[in-house]
């Protein structure tokens, strides 16, 4: 793992801004992300092999837009601007940018330059993801247009002397056909970074530091189940072995049998060297949770809940050393710690330390790293492919898949009809294209006929949409014959259940999950 070959997104606030560093790590080089307001000396510093300028909301000719001084173009690092990027590069340099006579939005087909290194093997028209308002109506002195569209004269252009690179539409989308080829063309190509970033060598020297940093140490972590957590345990497992003490909180609201999967691969009988401690504290929840309905509430008494258990463990193990947690990039990203986005959501994992237990330093192993990346390391680490390519899970679990009251009854319904969709998307093969799919539980019940008798039973909604990056999401088409299925199967199989709908609701207006 060679972090010193390192490419840097500078963000603009693109919406796009983590994929961007995602798509540059696919092409194994190590890239992290940093506000437009970073210094440039602080940048130099890095001494980073390339510069990536995102997109962003702004018309970089209006007063105050974000904007970069002009050394940044001249330190003899190549720079690839993209849209905002783009434009803001052309701006400082002396082109021209206005607002463009013909927005473009979606998407386009380009002519491209293939003589241009960018352009390496792509085809000389190809489609494109276009998104902006302003255009560059003249690029800046000593740049060549690489790239047009009908609409726009200047879609790229390059300053192959000074390797800067200015880009109008997004690559890093994968509307953009060969987008990805064009970021491997400008990191591997035009920055000459060998591509030494990968997950094997990633274990291996997180070990090492964790070893060095933990030394004799004692590290406790809190396990979920998720993927982020299971892959944290994982790692500090390979690394301190007994060492590590995972406490498993089974709060009852785990999709089916998860609770015995997460036991039987780092439980006494699992493959991982550490301590295992499961707290079933499935009743304790329930009783918690009767009665209340208010969505806001219950995810309230889930995590204080979770605090409580684990506090209680923890007193029991006594001091710590260190506390570990399954932080990953995008939630240090959305944060506000990494790039300029607007804070998204303040992740609980990141700056609001827990003081309710006695450890001395916190211990992030992954918090360099993307899901898909985490995903990988796992893989390496032997954690089983069930567990890794686990659907994203709420923190509350299915106490917000459950409309209204939470009950044991209710638990057991919808984890049943969720069993029968994952295990009917799965046979039909679409378990790694759909982004996420899910079953909820109503609080409608309805009147039905089954064995000629009356029921008065619950309706399940299944859910099934496709994200980029969780921020909007579209319903998925999932085939006619494979819903059928499913809803034969949870009519005929889960007992309580007498109606099964689809929801087709794009987010936005509607959230991924129901509350
Ligand atoms: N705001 C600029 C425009 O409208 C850049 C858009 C972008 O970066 N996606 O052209």
């Known amino acids: 793992m060679d972090r010193k070959e390192k490419v840097i997104v500078i963000d603009f606030g693109g919406q796009y801004n983590q994929l961007v560093a995602r798509r540059v790590r696919e092409c194994n080089v190590y890239c992290e992300i940093y506000s437009y307001k970073t ?3 602080q940048i ?13 909301p702004n018309s970089c000719y209006e007063e105050g837009a974000p904007t970069y001084q002009e050394e940044l173009f001249s330190l003899g690092i190549p720079v690839l601007g993209l849209c905002y990027g ?72 390059e300053c192959a002397k000074k390797k800067l690179y200015a880009i109008q539409f997004h690559p890093e989308v994968l509307h953009t056909v060969e987008g990805t080829k064009m970021l491997y063309n400008f990191v591997r190509g035009v920055c000459g970074c060998a591509g030494t970033w990968r997950m094997d060598s990633f ?71 550490l301590n295992f ?114 659907q994203p899970f709420p923190g509350p679990g299915l106490g917000i898949r459950i409309i209204g009251e939470v009950t044991a009854e209710k638990v057991r319904i919808v984890q049943d009809a969720d069993a029968i969709y994952r295990e009917e998307i799965a046979k039909a093969g679409l378990d790694r294209s759909i982004g996420q799919y899910f079953a909820a539980l109503t609080n409608m019940r309805s009147v039905g006929v089954m064995g000629d008798e009356r029921t008065y039973d619950y309706a399940v909604a299944l859910r099934a949409v496709n994200t980029v990056d969780f921020m909007t999401a579209e319903s998925a088409e999932v085939p006619f014959e494979v819903l059928q299925m499913v809803m034969s199967r949870i009519i005929n199989e889960v007992r309580g259940v007498n109606r099964v709908f689809y929801d087709l609701t794009s987010k936005p207006p509607g959230t991924i999950e129901f509350e």
Request: hydrophobic share 40%.
């Open 203 to 273: 274990v291996e020297e997180s070990v090492k530091q964790i070893r060095e940093k933990v030394g004799g140490g004692k590290v406790l972590l809190a396990l979920s189940g998720g993927v982020d957590s299971s892959v944290a345990a994982g790692l500090l497992s390979r690394a301190i072995g007994k060492q590590l003490t995972c406490v498993f909180v089974d709060h009852g609201l785990l999709r089916k049998d998860e609770g015995d999967e997460v036991e039987a691969v780092f439980g006494q009988d699992g493959d991982f060297d």
């Open 277 to 390: 401690i499961r707290v079933n504290a499935q009743e304790r929840y329930y009783a918690k949770l009767a009665g209340v309905t208010e969505p806001e509430r219950k995810r309230k008494i889930i995590g204080e809940e979770f605090i409580r258990v684990f506090e209680e463990e923890a007193k029991k193990i006594g001091a710590v050393d260190f506390l570990a947690q399954g932080t990953i990039y995008p939630d240090v990203v959305e944060s506000g710690l990494g790039g300029e986005s607007a804070v998204i959501k303040s992740h609980h994992n990141v700056g609001g330390l827990p003081d309710y237990v006695d450890f001395k330093e916190i211990i992030e192993p992954l918090r360099d790293l993307f899901k898909d990346e985490v995903r990988k390391a796992g893989l390496e680490l032997g954690i089983p492919e069930k567990l890794v390519y686990r």
């Open 44 to 56: 130099k510093a890095m001494n980073p092999k390339g510069i990536i300028l995102t997109g962003g």
């Open 86 to 157: 783009a434009q803001l590069m052309m701006h400082v340099l002396g082109g021209r940018v206005e607002k463009a006579p013909v927005r473009e939005y979606g998407k386009i087909q380009v002519s491209v330059d293939s003589s241009s290194p960018l352009f390496d093997d792509v085809s000389e028209t190809t489609v494109c993801w276009m998104s902006h308002n302003d255009y560059i109506s003249q690029a800046a002195l000593g740049f060549r247009i690489i790239a047009h569209t009908a609409d726009c004269p200047v879609a790229a252009a």
């Open 39 to 41: 210094d440039l000396e």
